[in-house]
């Protein structure tokens, strides 16, 4: 295995927390396909089921969610190692809740959902980290169901983000009617109209017709 992956492997959020020798011997018994895709190729589509770990290495991926009822679709790109929804590997439904595709060159790593059993089982601190994940991932849904409801238009807008977004920072793109938009966080179109513009003139989002470029959502919460 070339020893740059190997590397980011010991930092996956999966094995983080591993010695070297530890993650020999989980190699030794499991089976890892590690892949390369180009510009545009697809890695997983919404709604596909969710039956492997997913891990990308390098390189920068958008992942794209289309609301259930259709009336917006938000864009979110990263080029830092993450797992793609691990989370959804068990529960009720057991699908991908976004569509993951290619921006630059991206390597990834991935593993069965029956190989990711055999770690947990027999591996202590694989099954910690999994466990943390898991719970990190609880506590952040928590808190939004916790939050009082924003009182300015621009803190609903963030909101409404935020409550849809796989992460609280980076570049997002929001393909949306505003009169959609406006609805959905019980405000006039006219106020979410003067909060982007406000939010235009600053710099920080792009309005082209029919979509709203975020340039990164964790400076809109300052």
Request: net charge neutral; proline share 2%; hydrophobic share 40%.
């Amino acid at each position: 295995m070339e020893s740059t992956m190997y590397n980011q492997l010991l930092m996956s959020p999966l094995f983080t927390g591993l010695t070297t020798g530890e993650l020999t011997e989980i190699l030794a018994h499991i089976h890892l396909d590690f892949n390369t895709y180009e510009r545009n190729d697809v890695i997983v589509l919404q709604d596909d089921r969710c039956d492997r770990l997913t891990y990308v290495l390098r390189g920068k991926v958008k992942a794209e969610m289309i609301d259930p009822r259709h009336r917006f679709v938000l864009t979110e790109v990263f080029d830092k190692p993450f797992l793609i929804e691990a989370y959804n590997m068990y529960g009720m439904k057991q699908a991908y809740e976004h569509t993951y595709v290619i921006v630059e060159k991206t390597n990834t790593v991935s593993m069965t959902k029956q190989e990711f059993h055999s770690i947990l089982m027999n591996y202590r601190i694989p099954r910690i980290n999994a466990m943390n994940l898991l719970c990190a991932q609880i506590h952040r849904m928590q808190k939004m169901m916790r939050e009082c409801e924003a009182e300015t238009v621009e803190r609903k807008i963030v909101q409404f983000l935020r409550h849809n977004a796989l992460s609280c920072k980076g570049e997002k793109e929001l393909k949306m009617k505003m009169e959609d938009l406006a609805d959905y966080i019980k405000e006039t179109r006219l106020n979410v109209s003067m909060a982007l513009r406000r939010w235009n003139e600053a710099g920080l989002v792009e309005q082209q017709r029919g979509v709203i470029v975020i340039k990164d959502l964790g400076m809109l919460e300052k």
